[in-house]
């Protein structure tokens, strides 16, 4: 059995509902495949944090910021491992994708936050949920888009040298779809692949894994089947501040991000708390047992937000995360760290906040370059144990500043687009809070609109 379209999108995540709707507006006929039996895949349940710069919300409580200092704070934090032209798509899309979003009816917190690779709080706050239900609503009620779910794509169709179309499974049924425009692959990562994990990294082993139930690499597969190329994969890190023992899909906890320290069994820092998180989570793997502490007391507790998954140190609190005491001894007591070496740390730590100089890891600022170091003082103090978590794989296929796929040569696989997860060469050798689920969004929507302005039918 064959049926035929003009888009085919793979993956209904944010990625491809930014795809098939903008694919549609320009005026395509778009198939959206999903593997799962509900739509979202990990967008649905990511921090939901958005990295924009520019915007009124920023405006209006007095952050200035601009594509070009977001432009350089990507770059930074990737550390010039990124490519350049795709840094310059996100940043030239990003600010018209927030109104887009503002106009479909996203809501957004009220103010924006600061977190890993931020020089000015960008991190644009939403439900993750609640916006998937606003892009599933509209694509629904675009006539143009046509929602499957329960649907796997095997393979790639390729006549001519050209993408055509899908292989897919749909109840037990293998059937062919015929793009008459292309394929855009918005099939996410591999966190649930243990195979490419183990061939990938296996220095991550000790990570947590969440995702996507459905993230197994799929798209990855397809087109590398196809010649297409790969790259970043060996920047694949796993995200700081997981509770050990949490299994629940809540993000990370960076208190870091407010002042916390980390400290390792041992009751010593090891790091420049500033870093990026994926830093943070491979330097705390790194680290001799399980688990390593970020340690904070009542001025840093009070600063986070619960409206902001990351900084919502107030329901781990309800939830027993959160270890609590009166004194640093009654403290190392409770997490079993070495009284004499914690006080030390923290003291020597508080001396390097009032000299203005951390003489041991170097840290300036709260979170990349943003903020003030504060002191670990004021009772109680509060410790949360911690681990890194592979929320993604933030590497994937080579692709153009259009979102055509690129083979190993260079050279571009025709009738091939992707965004998302799957694409690489945006984030580099770390990670800006905010630019997976930006990417996804940004991307999705450069896709699209390249596949349907393609106007190369078969």
């Known amino acids: 059995m064959t049926i035929a379209t003009d888009i085919v999108v793979i993956g209904a995540g944010a990625a491809g509902f930014a795809a098939a709707l903008t694919a549609a507006d320009t005026g395509a006929e778009v198939l959206l495949l999903e593997k799962a039996a509900e739509p979202g895949g990990s967008s649905r349940i990511c921090g939901g944090l958005l990295a924009f710069a520019g915007t009124d919300l920023q405006r209006s409580h007095g952050i200035q910021d601009s594509s070009d200092l977001l432009f350089q704070d990507l770059s930074d934090v990737g550390r010039g491992e990124n490519d350049p032209a795709l840094v310059r798509t996100y940043t030239d899309n990003q600010l018209a994708t927030y109104h887009w979003l503002c106009q479909l009816g996203v809501q957004f917190g009220p103010r924006p936050d600061a977190s890993s690779g931020q020089s000015v709080p960008r991190c644009h706050v939403i439900d993750p949920d609640a916006m998937i239900q606003v892009l599933l609503r509209h694509a629904r009620a675009n006539s143009r888009i046509n929602i499957q779910t329960n649907v796997a794509a095997s393979r790639l169709l390729r ?220 009772p109680p103090f509060y410790a949360h144990a911690s681990t890194a978590a592979l929320y993604g794989t933030y590497c994937g296929v080579t692709v153009t500043p259009t979102m055509q796929v690129l083979d190993v040569f260079g050279e571009s696989i025709k009738g091939l687009w992707a965004a998302g997860e799957v694409v690489a060469g945006l984030h580099g050798a770390a990670y800006m809070t905010g630019s997976a689920l930006g990417k996804a969004l940004i991307f999705g929507r450069v896709a699209g609109r390249a596949a349907a302005e393609s106007h190369v039918e078969i």
Do not use: C
């Open 159 to 378: 006549e001519s040298g050209r993408v055509i179309g899908a292989r897919i499974v749909q109840a037990g049924e293998t059937m062919d779809v015929v793009a008459r425009r292309g394929v855009v692959l918005t099939t996410g990562g591999f966190t649930r692949n243990d195979e490419l994990i183990r061939t990938f990294v296996p220095k991550q082993a000790k990570a947590w894994v969440s995702g996507g139930e459905a993230n197994t690499g799929d798209g990855l597969l397809m087109a590398w089947q196809l010649g297409a190329g790969v790259r970043d994969v060996a920047y694949i890190q796993g995200t700081y501040g997981k509770h050990p023992t949490n299994h629940s899909t809540r993000h990370s906890l960076l208190a870091v991000y407010k002042g916390a320290i980390a400290v390792n069994p041992a009751g010593r820092r090891f790091v420049d708390e500033s870093l990026s998180y994926k830093l943070l989570g491979t330097a705390s793997l790194e680290q001799d047992g399980d688990y390593t502490w970020q340690i904070f007391d009542q001025p840093i507790y009070d600063a986070h937000e619960e409206e902001v998954s990351i900084f919502d140190v107030r329901h781990r609190h309800r939830d027993g995360m959160l270890i609590e005491a009166r004194t640093l001894d009654e403290l190392a007591a409770k997490t079993g760290l070495d009284p004499s070496a914690l006080k030390d740390t923290v003291a020597r730590y508080n001396g390097f906040v009032r000299a203005g100089h951390d003489a041991d890891f170097g840290r300036r600022h709260l979170v990349h370059n943003h903020g003030t170091l504060q002191a670990i003082a004021t």
